[in-house]
């Protein structure tokens, strides 16, 4: 996924958002097989379980049996079919999450060539704190950021002004 550009920025905003909010004396479940952030994650202190693959829209069973403190999934919500059903099986009572946000100018993101990387979900910030409202957590902080472009035209001027990912860190209100 990562073999010509990697994520320098998004993966920075990340692991500064994730050491605001998580000691590394914290186990993470990390939404998603083991990535180039896990690593990042690991190489930083932090003890992180990550899923295996299974088709998480059908399989939540990691997620209730697994040991983890703090649940994160990092651009993988808008890949889900359901991820209310994700949240609602979540034991974790911190979690972090960002998603890629929809953009007005650009259609929804789906490989032709790769039946898991396609995005089902192209959310507005909104539509994630509704999510997370609806599963019974409450959000403490978040963060836009921007992803420009280096190439020309209208679409990669309108990347360094529009917020491309949204970031959030709650805590369970209610068990």
Do not use: C
């Amino acid at each position: 996924m990562y073999e010509k550009t990697f994520p320098n920025k998004r993966f920075k905003h990340t692991l500064e958002f994730l050491q605001k909010h998580v000691t590394t004396s914290e186990t993470i479940l990390d939404l998603g097989v083991s990535n180039p952030f896990s690593k990042i994650m690991e190489e930083n202190g932090y003890k992180v379980i990550n899923t295996k693959g299974e088709d998480l829209d059908n399989n939540q069973t990691a997620l209730q049996t697994e040991e983890y403190s703090v649940f994160t999934a990092f651009e993988i919500f808008e890949h889900l079919l359901n991820p209310y059903t994700v949240l609602q099986n979540v034991k974790a009572d911190k979690i972090l999450i960002s998603i890629p946000l929809r953009l007005w100018f650009s259609p929804a993101y789906r490989s032709k060539t790769d039946m898991w990387d396609r995005h089902y979900h192209e959310f507005e910030d909104w539509q994630l704190d509704w999510l997370l409202e609806k599963t019974g957590y409450k959000i403490i902080d978040r963060l836009k950021f921007t992803h420009p472009v280096k190439k020309l035209g209208f679409r990669p001027l309108l990347r360094y002004f529009t917020p491309r990912y949204y970031m959030v860190y709650a805590v369970r209100e209610n068990r």
